[in-house]
Structures are given as structure tokens and as C-alpha cells.
């Protein structure tokens, strides 16, 4: 990130300034959500796997990363990841084990995040939140990896969607138990404290099998709820679209 866009991320968020910086922000947003639409537009049904950067591929959440995004991409569907390296790489490598689509929604930070080499396309973001909100857009169920803050904000606000039914109930899954042991705790503390409903325990798939992962979002899809599956739509020459190809 420019030190005049990490500037201008924190000037924005530090209160009301001047009309013409409001406007020339949210211009700056509108261009970020165009620039994703054409280059994400024509990816077919995908799966978005949230995960941390700080994982390498001799670690087990790596190799179960892999595997899980492997199994998925069978399944037809492109993997979707925040780009990076760590555990977003891992789920775009395993993408590419399966010959199947593998696409990266990098975000642009103070310490560079350079996109992963096992992707076929991505596209480079400046806000956290247009990111999360095409992450979602395209995705038709999400695996939640272990990470840090970032992975827990994009688990929980996609969950929050699902709960107040401003998002279709896509499946979810967390998996590595252990490692997210005290949330699942903590979650099902807020069930039994009325804070959430017992209802909404049910949004979430808890599991460390692959195989039963690929069950419940094939199943899924093979329901009633596949009717949803987009088939993409085709790019228009004359206006620059292109559709995305497989590398090697």
C-alpha cells in the first residue's frame, strides 16, 4: 500500500472532512467494485476459503487446506482466496492439484501481500470491506481455516448475513476444531445465554473430514438450493471482458 492510500484509509476514518474528499472516497470505492465485477464476473460457482498468511506448506493445516480445496474444486468449483501466501495459498494449490479454477482476491497492505504462484487470475484490492463483499458475492459456501483477526471478521460477518437472511444460508464450515476450540465454546455459550438462537448452531458445519465436507456442500448444492448455482455470464469483446483461462 502507497503511504498516500494508508493515509488516506486513516484520514477517512478519523471523521467528517470536506464534501469533495467524501465524494473523491467513494469514487475511489465504486472503481475498486467495478474493477473486481470485471475481472470475477465470468468465474462460474465458486467456494471461498478464509484462512491465515502465517502457515507454510510443511505445516498440517496447510496439507489439510490443500486437500479440502482439492476435493471441493472435483466438485466443479472454482477456489476463491484473499490471494496471499499461507493457508491462501494452500487452498488455490489445491485447486490447481484438481486442474480445477483458482482465483485470489489480494488485498493491497502497508507490507506488500504478493498473490501466491497457484493462481489463474486475480485481482488486486485496496479496502477490507470491498473485498469481503465480493468474496461473498461470488462464493456458494465458505471454509473457514485457522487465521487471526481477519479470518474471524470475515467468518463472522458472513455468518451475521446468513443469520439476518441478507445472504442466501450458503453452507459454512469451520474446520480444525481444536484450533477453534474456544470459539466453538464461545459460540455455543452465546446459544445457551440467548444471545443467538439454538437455531443458528445450525449454520455452521464443525468438522476436520474432507469427505464429510464435500458431502454437506454437495448435497447442498444438489438440493433445492442448487437451483442457485449461476452458470456465469459470458464476456462482451467490445467491452474489454475476457474470460478467465487455466495456467498450466
Given amino acids: 500500500m502507497s503511504d498516500s492510500l494508508e493515509k488516506e484509509e486513516k484520514d477517512f476514518l478519523s471523521g467528517p472532512r470536506s464534501r469533495w474528499k467524501e465524494l473523491m472516497y467513494t469514487w475511489s470505492v465504486v472503481k475498486q467494485f467495478v474493477k473486481a465485477f470485471r475481472t470475477l464476473h465470468f468465474i462460474g460457482p465458486s467456494i471461498t476459503v478464509f484462512g491465515s498468511a502465517r502457515f507454510d506448506e510443511n505445516h498440517t493445516f496447510y496439507k489439510l487446506t490443500r486437500d479440502v480445496s482439492k476435493e471441493l474444486s472435483k466438485l466443479g468449483f472454482a477456489i476463491v482466496t484473499g490471494g496471499g501466501p499461507g493457508l491462501m495459498e494452500a487452498a488455490n494449490r489445491g485447486a490447481k492439484d484438481a486442474d480445477g479454477l483458482s482465483i485470489g482476491c489480494n488485498i493491497v497492505l502497508p507490507k506488500e501481500q504478493k498473490p ?18 465480493i ?30 437472511k441478507k445472504m442466501e444460508p450458503f453452507p459454512v464450515v469451520i474446520m480444525c476444531k481444536d484450533f477453534h476450540r474456544e470459539l466453538i465454546d464461545h459460540i455455543e455459550f452465546m446459544a445457551e445465554q440467548g444471545t443467538i438462537s439454538k437455531d443458528d448452531m445450525q449454520l455452521v458445519l ?3 473430514d474432507v469427505v464429510e465436507v464435500v458431502k454437506f456442500i454437495h ?10 448455482l449461476k452458470k456465469g455470464y459470458k464476456p462482451i469483446w467490445v467491452l474489454g471482458e475476457k474470460q478467465i483461462k487455466k495456467k498450466g
Fill in 135 to 164: 468474496l461473498r458475492k461470488y462464493s456458494f459456501a465458505f471454509i473457514v481455516m485457522p487465521g487471526g483477526f481477519g479470518t474471524l471478521d470475515e467468518f463472522f460477518e458472513t455468518i451475521t448475513l446468513i443469520q439476518t
Fill in 219 to 228: 448435497d447442498y448444492a444438489s438440493g433445492p438450493a442448487g437451483l442457485q
Fill in 116 to 133: 501466491n504462484p497457484y493462481l489463474d487470475e486475480y485481482v488486486n484490492i485496496e479496502h477490507f470491506f470491498v473485498r469481503k463483499e
Fill in 206 to 208: 464443525f468438522t476436520d
